[in-house]
């Protein structure tokens, strides 16, 4: 088997079927790496480029291209070194570290097929009979009576838990991001103590202050972060989700020190190299590594050993599309010290046509995935039923670029 083209498809569609999650965003775009080969088989990977800046995507895999005509899988771990140092000047981080991953997952996606097994046994096997998972579900949605509506509907789908995002969103009144000590301690223990009660003690909750992309990109400071975290700790979380943003690792850390709440985040970092000092600063009791952004499944599972000889876990970050949530399955089940995973509850086409029913839940928890590869699939009616939007790319809004969909 040889491989004898490396193309990039693009596709834009509804960013979820969850009509609370369409309150705030109504479509996704998504990159995926198709290799060919000189058998029936090709080989896809996503690179979660694609939901933020697609347009950019093809030329940067067609940059690396002429490193894998010709060749096969049978050393995927050289391949990625080969690329990684072709663009060493400019991709030890970053966007070529981030579209890198999207063509070394499609590679794994082949080897996978050719072998007739899942990605996950060619790392090593699952270390899990099952792993719990979580619904990922945006922003808070208010009123509280919406709120509680948004955690029934997940629980309704079989989750034991769910992530929302600080502050809250309500139609008609938009964004509320609260930025002072004081203000957000409050306001959030108040949301929380609503959510444990409506949820009751045994539902697993998370929250998500997005590293500091809040409303008009005012990021919390240290202190507040940690009046947030400390006000929190009575509500039993499973992780408090990037207080802080990615400049301060020893912010972090300091926060980490400072309160009972479990810190996580790593969602934002590419390659190992970058993981690195955050690791070693002990920035996160949880890691968030991302399979289809970290870099590569071999970055992801480097991250992944990094943070468990630190005595840290990992919680798989999957926001992208379906080839980047069954990439994240795969590595999550891979790595030793997963401790749950992320899910795109009641998701749309981009998820439910490329899995093809692929993904198993049952009773809060995901099942190893059994078919070949990552278990994606990418057929020319899918591309035709998405095509691709220019501009459909989620970006933090500011002067003369707001985002519109």
Known sequence: MKITDVRTTLLTGPCTNDPFLREARGLRSAAFIEILTDSPHIGIGETYAGYFCPETVPAIVEFFKPILIGQTVDDIPELWRRMYQCGNFWCRVGLGAIVINGIEAALWDLKGKLLDQPVHALLGGAKFARLPCYATGGPSNYPKERLAQK????????????????????????????????????????????????????????????????????????????????????????????????????????????????????????????????????????????????????????????????????????????GSLMQNIHAGFAAPNTCILEIAPDYAGLHSDLIDGGLIIRDGHVLPPERPGFGVVLTDEIKRRYPFQPGSGEFNSVPGKILST
């Open 151 to 322: 955690m029934d509907h997940y629980f309704s789908l079989g989750f034991r838990g769910l992530k929302v995002g600080a502050g809250s969103y309500e139609p008609g009144q938009g964004w509320y991001f609260p930025t002072t000590a004081t203000e957000a301690a409050d306001f959030e223990a108040d949301k929380l103590a609503f959510m444990r009660r409506h949820g009751g003690p045994e539902a697993l909750l998370m929250m998500d202050a997005h590293m500091g992309n809040s409303p008009g990109g005012k990021a919390w400071t240290v202190e507040t972060a940690i009046a947030v975290a400390k006000a929190l700790e009575p509500y039993n979380l499973v992780f408090f989700e990037e207080p802080l943003h990615y400049t301060d690792p020893w912010g972090y850390a300091e926060l980490c020190r400072a309160t009972t709440t479990p810190i996580a985040g790593g969602e934002c970092l590419t390659a190992s190299y970058e993981w690195k000092v955050f690791a070693q600063q002990d920035s996160f009791d949880i890691g968030q590594p991302d399979a289809s952004f970290t870099g590569g499944i071999g970055e992801f599972m480097t991250v992944a050993k990094m943070l468990a000889d630190r005595g840290r876990h990992i919680a798989t970050h999957a926001w992208g599309a379906g």
